[in-house]
């Protein structure tokens, strides 16, 4: 925290002097809302919800962001690492089939204090590591044995794209290590109760991802030739190590008023080609979205419930 590297922006502030980088925070933790969450795959919310802890600050503030309130921190309450680990507690006590961390990358230090003090104290729920993908490798192996599951983002392989939108001309460089790394540590998918000879598809049967990584691509208004980049580059280079979800919910919010390409949402047409893309280049291990997903109810109220 006196000169914090932990991301890719390598900032190098004193955040323990209150100083703030590019995520916007200093080293005292700040959590928007901690509750059940169901809305994010089926084999990560299940039927009794994912324990969903949200992290004020961002180190890529995307100019489309869904979640701006607490990226851009002035959504949420600064609480210590004690009470960050009684929360994780509270979520399995509720009943959670995980618990999720949403944009945690800037307290990493402090979020493995609170995860060693949880389970001395009986945490068992496996950890979900929920990211943007702009994460640093060496930050990523201070977690290995702590985090069971990676779901980070894919956002764009075009490194202009990556510039205008995301303020990170390396994020597809950065996020190919960091998917790396990340399926390094959990190796293939694992699922409760699955089936050792493996003749039973997990997904079909409504089982609980345990282990393993999935990665998100959201498929932006005018960039499917992009999109179909990114899920080669996937398949190509993990195959079934891991799950990839392809993904139709970007909702235009107020603010886009420099982005006119982006104030709309994916058509129909666009998003089944890159889904008939996918299944051409042979991806059998993913998720799809159905119906009408792109609607703002997806985004909870960062009010402070469970802080």
Known sequence: MRECRLCPRNCAVDRESGARGFCGQTETLKVARAALHYWEEPCISGAAGSGTVFFSGCTLHCVFCQNRDIANGTAGREISAGRLAEIFLEL??????????VTPGH??????????????????????YNTGGYEKV??????????????????????????KYSHAPDYSAVAKAAVAEMVRQTGAPVFAGADAAGDEDPIEAGRLLQRGTMVRHLLLPGQKEDSKVVLRYLHETYGDLIYISIMNQFTP??????????????????????????????????????????????????????V
């Open 92 to 101: 399995q006590e509720k009943g959670a089939n995980n618990i999720n961390l």
């Open 253 to 306: 919010l107020a603010g886009l008023e420099q982005y006119p390409e982006l104030n709309r949402r994916v058509t129909e047409a666009e998003y089944e080609e890159v889904v008939d893309y996918a299944i051409e280049i042979g991806i059998e291990r993913g998720f799809i979205q159905e119906g009408e997903t792109a609607k703002e109810s997806f985004i909870p109220a960062f009010d402070g419930e469970g």
């Open 138 to 163: 060496e930050t990523l192996r201070r977690l290995e044995g702590l985090v069971d599951i990676y779901l980070p983002d894919f956002k764009y392989m075009d490194t202009a794209l990556s510039a």
């Open 107 to 128: 307290f990493v230090p402090q979020i493995i204090t609170a995860l060693a003090a949880a389970k001395a104290q009986g945490l068992v729920l496996p950890v979900v």
